[in-house]
């Protein structure tokens, strides 16, 4: 008797939430008629429950997607999964020219089109623990890559734009009018990361918890510094840095009030930081 008054309360609770539902998973009413206006007519839907996301894997005109929502029914995200030849060719030749990837093969390519940014192309390589992620723009800018002991978790939920203050992607688009947003990631106590491409430069935007811009970083070669700024590369080089020293990186970094060059020194391990302004008036080294 305790069994079927159990089953008959379930089933009341679940017609209060939802008249579909799968394996237990309560969806609202908000939710589902997002899915039906952004999906009609799909077809063998199945809800899941990931963390705070309802998730919805179904068929849509012939493909299997998966599609993200808030609880209050907000779409985040809509994955399809795509084989090598329906890629984008500029994805996946980017990832074979790689000099690092000669002869490691594609497993598959993720589609990832997220709320209020720019969609991302995931090359997934390898198998089981030795699982790595290559994350692209749809003409081929690597957007960072993710290996398989980095993963918090076996989907793509940290890929979702997080609720940000709207004047982050108005400064961006402010800023850098050309650019493409990638990524936005909020880092605590206190960060907010940006990922840009512009002018097919891949950038990042840091801002406060606030919305407040505080400085834009982009990697540089030193061949760049040589020819572009001239007089910041002669100031690092009359510093002394060479035999025992390897040049690790540069960076260009830009704030609201100037632009340096950052070049990041290694000397036997002990790493050093130059910070040299684009007139060469100001060098900080630590």
Aim: glycine content about 6%.
């Amino acid at each position: 008797m305790k069994r079927v008054i159990f089953i008959c309360a379930a089933a009341l609770l679940a017609m209060a939430c939802s008249k579909n539902e799968d394996f237990g998973v309560q969806v609202s009413n908000d939710t589902l008629d997002a899915f039906n206006d952004q999906f009609p007519g799909a077809k063998s839907v199945m809800w899941e429950k990931r963390g705070v996301y309802k998730v919805a894997l179904f068929n849509y005109s012939g493909e299997k997607l998966t599609a993200w929502y808030t609880q209050d029914g907000a779409w985040c995200m809509t994955e399809k999964n795509l084989t090598e030849s329906s890629a984008p060719r500029q994805v996946v030749n980017s990832f074979k020219l790689d000099e690092g990837r000669a002869g490691t093969s594609i497993g598959s390519v993720d589609h990832l089109q997220r709320d209020g940014i720019e969609d991302i192309y995931v090359v997934v390589t390898g198998i089981d623990g030795n699982i790595a992620e290559y994350y692209y723009s749809e003409d081929g800018i690597q957007v960072k890559t993710v290996a398989g002991e980095e993963r918090i978790y076996d989907d793509y939920r940290n890929e979702i734009v997080p609720g940000i203050p709207s004047q982050v992607l108005t400064k961006a688009s402010e800023q850098y009018p050309n650019a493409r947003v990638m990524e936005v990631d909020v880092i605590f106590p206190g960060i907010i990361y940006v990922e840009i491409i512009d002018n097919l430069v891949l950038k990042t935007m840091e801002f406060s918890l606030t919305g407040a811009w505080s400085v834009t970083t982009w990697e540089v070669s030193e061949q760049f510094v040589k020819t572009q700024a001239p007089e910041v590369y002669e100031a690092f080089r009359e510093l002394g840095y060479n035999g025992n020293t390897t040049l690790e990186s540069v960076n260009c970094c830009e704030t609201p009030t100037s632009i340096y060059y950052w070049f990041t020194i290694d000397s036997n391990g002990n790493r050093t930081n130059v910070k040299i302004t684009e007139d060469a008036q100001n060098i900080v080294v630590d």
